[in-house]
């Protein structure tokens, strides 16, 4: 059974950066698309940003495009995201999933395709 432990949350002013870690165990992790999810108090679960499995495509929301950028660590089982510019309005829970589909060619945002969820790392931004 695949387990997901997200990290590197915390708070920080706006402006700021951060760098969240996703480690994964229990799955053959280079045969699955990854994603960034995250989900502010009152609000939907949304995707933040995914990258394909071979490490050949990336996606993000608009909102984060030029200040977020996603990669991934095949021999380490490691997926990050690297959060600058921060700004309050990314105050949320992030969390980390797997595509339920291997070898998927282009990632998606849909948290409909996502299984092996994290616990979930908090980011808040102070104005």
């Known amino acids: 059974q695949s387990q997901a432990v997200e990290s590197g949350g915390g708070l920080v002013e706006a402006g700021g950066s951060l760098r969240l870690s996703c480690s994964y165990s229990?799955?053959?992790?280079?045969?699955?698309?990854m994603g960034w999810f995250r989900q502010a108090p009152g609000q939907q679960r949304e995707g933040v940003s995914c990258?394909?499995?071979?490490?050949?495509?990336?996606a993000y929301i608009d909102s984060v495009k030029g200040r977020f950028t996603i990669s991934r660590d095949n021999p380490k089982n490691t997926l990050y995201l690297q959060m600058t510019n921060l700004k309050p309005e990314d105050t949320a829970m992030y969390y980390c999933?797997?595509?339920?589909?291997?070898?998927?060619?282009?990632?998606?945002?849909?948290?409909?395709?996502?299984?092996?969820w994290g616990q979930g790392t908090r980011v808040t931004v102070r104005s």
């Open positions: 999933a797997t595509d339920g589909s291997p070898w998927r060619v282009d990632c998606t945002l849909r948290p409909s395709d996502y299984i092996a």
């Open positions: 229990g799955l053959t992790f280079d045969d699955y698309s």
């Open positions: 990258i394909s499995w071979n490490d050949n495509s990336t």
